[in-house]
């Protein structure tokens, strides 16, 4: 099974609007951390925001924020006020504390076209 | 800048032939990560090591292998090169090697094409 199931491959945004990434995971374990990485055109990664299985509060990181749903398994990153320099791959990870060491696990990824 | 130095930036080679890929973590990082990224498998994790010993091993084939010196930089080695070998391979790395590592820096890849 998909640990970290990203469902839109592809999305379009009009500039200046918000925009909602889903993402849905599946663990066991009852310690887990879950990010947001940007991989633009240029082909390197860049982290946004990240969410504790424990933090109470959504994460948020200027125009970024994490809408973390423990019950329902999600963590969709939503960006505000959309801009050109937006459009690239974002992609979800986990990271398992006990089951599955230290490394991360990605999502397969969406591809965000902002429009003009 | 992450600090993560990967060389060399891209390599084009031949079908059997064997090649190596270099990372230097940043600054005081004891972990470096390897992961791997072509169009149908995704990003997938390789093998981690944690000051000089390995930690963690992910969907790495037998044809592959890595280390880490004791200057801390890694080495990935890639033989018997496939056509479905041809990727971008990351180079991340992190201050420790035990759980709740909350960020890595990674490296600007290594992007590989096999011919």
């Known amino acids: 099974a998909q640990k970290i199931t990203q469902t839109q491959p592809g999305m379009f945004v009009q500039e200046k609007e918000a925009v909602t990434l889903d993402c849905t995971y599946d663990?066991?374990?009852?310690?887990?951390?879950l990010f947001w990485y940007k991989q633009p055109s240029s082909g390197e990664m860049i982290f946004l925001i990240y969410?504790?299985?424990?933090?109470?509060q959504n994460a948020t990181e200027g125009r970024y924020s994490l809408n973390f749903q423990k019950a329902r398994k999600s963590a969709n990153l939503v960006i505000s006020a959309s801009q050109l320099g937006d459009s690239a791959m974002y992609f979800c990870?986990?990271?398992?504390?006990?089951?599955?060491?230290?490394?991360?696990?990605f999502g397969g990824g969406t591809r965000l076209m902002v429009k003009p | 800048d992450s600090g993560v130095t990967q060389t060399p930036k891209h390599l084009i080679t031949a079908t059997g032939q064997r090649v190596t890929l270099r990372c230097s973590p940043r600054?005081?990082?004891?972990?470096v990560y390897w992961y791997q990224q072509s169009l149908d498998q995704g990003l997938q994790f390789l093998i981690q090591?944690?000051?000089?010993?390995?930690?963690a091993k992910g969907n790495i084939l037998e044809r592959f292998s890595a280390q880490q010196f004791p200057d801390l930089h890694s080495e990935l080695n890639l033989s018997s090169l496939e056509l479905g070998d041809s990727a971008l391979y990351f180079c991340?790395?992190?201050?420790?090697?035990?759980?709740?590592?909350?960020?890595?820096?990674f490296g600007a890849g290594t992007r590989l094409s096999v011919l």
């Open positions: 991340a790395s992190s201050a420790g090697g035990e759980s709740h590592v909350l960020y890595w820096s």
């Open positions: 663990t066991s374990d009852p310690s887990y951390g």
């Open positions: 969410q504790g299985s424990y933090d109470q």
């Open positions: 990870a986990m990271r398992e504390d006990y089951n599955a060491g230290n490394m991360l696990t």
């Open positions: 600054s005081g990082d004891l972990s």
């Open positions: 090591y944690y000051n000089g010993e390995e930690r």
